[in-house]
């Protein structure tokens, strides 16, 4: 539940905010001083606090001062009915996230609410890099142990304390505004504010607005100054997600903030000078956006100063296993014991090919748990286009067979590379795998110098190194054995020589 401190000496004004923030998933507080507001403070640990700035005793201006040096991510909207140009400037240099006037638009000022309780979790919800995930509670997790991700690791770790401009490459779905959230939370500006805009989300007419603030008047309906992205973010870090579709005459009054610091707000002529820390994020190939003069060339060598590049989840499959365990961990709750998760069920995730990435993982498992009956997970209740594909793919050509079902796996992640053993009655044996079998022994009758085991693990062998272009790893765990195992087995067999791989 969020929590919103009021700081208003009228009681009419205390009154309206308790009738339009009336929700069970808001909890209000009243203070009628700034000296009161700041006592509250410890006491109710507010999201965001909301401060009338003409009152008696300690007024706005003074208690921002001091919210802020007791906690600068916390957001402070500041509201009078006696605004002057000079106030407002005067609020945005001491950090207030914005600044409206009495009376105020409801509609606006809930959306302005909504928008700083959202920037607030922003800045308070913990990214932790998990190598090797571990027990625990925190709220999100850049989760991976394969090599992609270790290299991403490293990037983060290495650029995180300096001002550096980073540039965060990948496909939509692969976290990287978990990424850009791991750096400023491990930087020097961690205790100031993080603001998060998503570029292709805003209407173009609308984007400068939002990241620069507008003057009065500057449009039909900007009927009252509004301070932008970047002076919300002074001091801290503004993170551009999807910058590749930011028209080019943004782009242009983005390259000054990255080169001085300073711009001007839409509709106004005064310079404003911010000090801020840029990550940006993007799904698309800049450099063929630059060739195509779709981008400006000196904004991308200004923007990839460091890039971290996030591989696909399909190029990382090694890691399905933690992150399945993870969100079963992160949906089941603080203390409740996670399903399981059949070993068949595994099998079919490990052999999507993911177009849309962990976050398409992600849904998957937060479905499985809705329509699951029961304490396990089964094939059955993953998407059927998923289970349709994983299908087709392993009945191709060139296709490896699919996982037999077994028993559940309690916890995926932990499971080593040696599939679960097979439940009670069924001896691990499909009616496919039966026929498969048969199939063999006509050919063991047929020619009786055949060795029909030898013969099936070598073919299996070569089409687990066809099917991983020779990655003994992958090849490993497609067939259930470790790597040492398979390293023997291409010996005994010849497969090295013979197909060149390894």
Wanted: aromatic content about 6%.
């Amino acid at each position: 539940m969020d929590k919103l401190l009021l700081i208003d000496d009228e009681v009419d004004v205390q009154y309206s905010f308790r009738r339009i923030f009336s929700s069970p998933e808001l909890e209000l507080h009243t203070a009628s001083s700034g000296e009161e507001g700041l006592k509250l403070l410890a006491q109710v640990k507010p999201d965001l606090v909301i401060s009338d700035i003409r009152m008696a005793g300690l007024n706005g201006l003074e208690t921002l001062r001091r919210l802020r040096q007791t906690d600068a991510r916390l957001p402070v909207i500041l509201m009078t009915a006696y605004g002057t140009t000079q106030m407002a400037i005067e609020a945005m240099k001491l950090g207030a996230y914005d600044y409206v006037l009495k009376p105020f638009d409801v509609p606006k000022l809930q959306q302005l609410v909504a928008n700083a309780l959202r920037a607030s979790r922003d800045m308070k919800q913990t990214v932790t890099l998990q190598p090797l995930l571990e027990q625990g509670d925190y709220d999100l997790g850049v989760v991976g142990r394969s090599e992609p991700m270790q290299q991403v690791f490293k990037l983060v770790g290495q650029v995180a304390p300096s001002d550096a401009t980073v540039l965060i490459t990948g496909e939509s779905g692969t976290g990287k505004e978990l990424v850009a959230r791991a750096i400023y939370q491990n930087s020097r500006r961690s205790q100031q504010p993080f603001v998060a805009l998503n570029c292709a989300a805003i209407p173009e007419n609308l984007l400068e607005s939002e990241l620069f603030g507008h003057e009065r008047g500057a449009f039909t309906g900007a009927t009252a100054q509004r301070i932008g992205r970047f002076e919300q973010g002074n001091g801290g870090t503004v993170f551009l997600d999807e910058i590749g579709d930011m028209p080019l005459a943004t782009q242009t009054k983005i390259l000054r903030v990255l080169q001085n610091g300073t711009f001007e707000r839409v509709g106004g002529n005064q310079t404003v000078t911010v000090d801020v820390r840029i990550i940006a994020a993007t799904n698309k190939p800049l450099e063929q956006a630059v060739a195509q003069k779709q981008f400006r060339e000196d904004l991308f060598y200004r923007l990839n100063v460091v890039r971290i590049p996030l591989p696909a989840l399909r190029e990382r499959p090694e890691d399905i296993r933690l992150l399945v365990d993870y969100f079963l961990r992160k949906l089941a709750g603080p203390g409740a014991k996670p399903r399981s998760l059949a070993t068949s069920a595994l099998a079919a995730l490990e052999s999507y090919q993911w177009p849309g990435n962990v976050r398409e993982l992600e849904n998957c498992v937060r479905r499985a748990t809705v329509v699951a009956k029961g304490p396990a997970i089964l094939l059955a209740d993953l998407p059927a286009d998923l289970t349709q594909a994983v299908a087709a793919a392993t009945t191709g050509p060139g296709a490896v067979a699919p996982t037999p079902p077994s028993a559940a796996v309690t916890n995926p992640a932990s499971a080593g590379p040696e599939i679960a053993p097979p439940a009670a009655g069924t001896r691990g044996v499909s009616p496919n795998w039966a026929e498969l079998a048969r199939t063999m022994f006509r050919y063991a009758r047929l020619d009786p110098k055949l060795k029909v085991l030898p013969a099936v693990e070598r073919e299996l062998i070569i089409e687990a190194l066809k099917e991983t272009r020779g990655n003994q790893v992958q090849a490993a765990k497609l067939l259930g054995i470790t790597r040492a195992t398979l390293r023997k087995r291409v010996e005994k067999f010849g497969i090295k020589q013979e197909l060149n791989v390894g």
